[in-house]
């Protein structure tokens, strides 16, 4: 694709950090990744009830829902992954700008896709969370019955199946979702957010 050579970015009068003080809290992405079956919807719904009842700004991007949108153009093999996971970044990095919290719930099976989105982000505003379950467990659980497609040969290109998952070596969180409860790994992210001061609960329960 040909860059655009004409462009300019134009500053805007309210600043990140204006945002973030009138909305009482830090600004960042959650970015929750992990095999299908792993519990990044569920926990990424969690945590975004939670932040909300606290008066957060927050917003959830689940990867079924922005490819009903956002990215409903765009197929699964790991070079429109690529693409898929890109925008969502961009949407997320936007939130953020905006002063809000991204709560990004999308399995982004490779290190260097990731790795890619958290380079747009200020240091200690990109959060990735790995939901850890073993591939049995999630194949066990099978919500969607996807797994089940993708060994009878109807799904190409299924992570853990048909395609890799690459795990985060430096993930910020990592969550063991096959043996915890989700109340237990939600109060672990609030517990990390509070000692990051990402979020000051002492003084969102005061407002």
Avoid at 36 to 60: E, N, P, Q, W, Y
Wanted: charged share 30%; net charge neutral; hydrophobic share 40%.
């Amino acid at each position: 694709m040909e860059t655009v050579k004409h462009l300019t970015w134009h500053v805007q009068d309210v600043s990140r950090e204006m945002r973030e003080a009138r909305n009482g809290h830090g600004s960042f992405v959650l970015w929750l990744t992990g095999l299908s079956g792993a519990g990044k919807s569920t926990l990424a719904a969690a945590i975004d009830r939670r932040l909300f009842d606290l008066g957060c700004h927050s917003m959830v991007l689940d990867g079924d829902n922005v490819r009903q949108g956002l990215c409903a153009d765009l197929g699964f093999s790991l070079d429109e992954r690529r693409e898929n996971i890109r925008r969502v970044g961009e949407v997320g990095k936007l939130l953020v700008d905006a002063g809000g919290i991204a709560i990004v719930a999308l399995i982004s099976p490779l290190r260097a896709d990731r790795d890619r989105v958290r380079s747009r982000f200020a240091a200690g505003r990109f959060v990735e969370i790995w939901c850890d379950a073993p591939l049995q467990v999630c194949e066990q659980r099978d919500p969607k019955g996807l797994y089940k497609k993708a060994r009878a040969g109807q799904l190409c290109d299924f992570t853990g199946v048909s395609s890799p998952y690459e795990p985060p070596l430096r993930a910020e969180i990592r969550l063991d979702t096959a043996a915890r409860s989700v109340a237990d790994d939600v109060d672990a992210v609030m517990e990390f957010l509070g000692e990051r001061e990402l979020v000051r609960f002492a003084e969102m329960a005061q407002r």
